[in-house]
């Protein structure tokens, strides 16, 4: 049985402002090396016991993996501009509602004692309001809630 299933392609970009109470040198660091201590179990696809992790350099991946010896490239590095920037290029398969490419951007800035974190995200392909308000919402709890609530926990 063959199936043709045609669909129109659309570029939704958007943008998240999360403040978090580190200096931006010390939020890189905590961002990209101690990225499995603060990924959410509710974003871990391989399970609650994978493991992520982040070679934030050019050609670099975002990484799941587990102990089966499954894995999950969530991203790959496209440029790092330490400890300013993160370029990462994802894809999305038809059974995540893809094909969706994501384009996301991780900015740093300081902001008086502490750091903002600029995430902007531009999809292109199968994508929809709700499907982009989905990974928008997604990224501001993963980066809003995991990543503010571990790096402002952490002893410096």
């Given at each position: 049985m063959s199936k043709l299933d045609i669909s129109d392609s659309k570029i939704i970009k958007y943008q998240i402002e999360v403040p978090i109470g580190r200096p931006v040198d010390q939020l890189w660091a905590i961002m990209t090396e101690e990225i499995d201590s603060w990924w959410m179990n509710d974003f871990r696809v391989l399970g609650e016991g994978s493991k992520v992790s982040l070679d934030a350099q050019v050609g670099g991946m975002l990484i799941e993996s587990d102990s089966n010896g499954g894995s999950l490239e969530?991203?790959?590095?496209?440029?790092?501009a330490p400890p300013k920037s993160l370029y990462l290029v994802g894809y999305l398969a038809p059974d995540w509602g893809g094909p969706?490419?994501?384009?996301?951007?991780?900015?740093?800035?300081?902001?008086?004692?502490?750091?903002?974190?600029?995430?902007?995200?531009?999809?292109?392909?199968?994508?929809?309001?709700?499907?982009a308000g989905s990974a928008m919402e997604g990224w501001?709890?993963?980066?809003?809630?995991?990543?503010?609530?571990?790096?402002?926990?952490v002893a410096s």
């Open positions: 969530w991203y790959r590095v496209q440029m790092a969706t490419t994501s384009m996301l951007k991780l900015a740093l800035e300081a902001d008086g004692d502490g750091s903002k974190l600029v995430i902007s995200d531009a999809l292109t392909g199968n994508v929809t309001d709700k499907s501001q709890m993963l980066f809003g809630e995991g990543l503010k609530k571990y790096a402002e926990a």
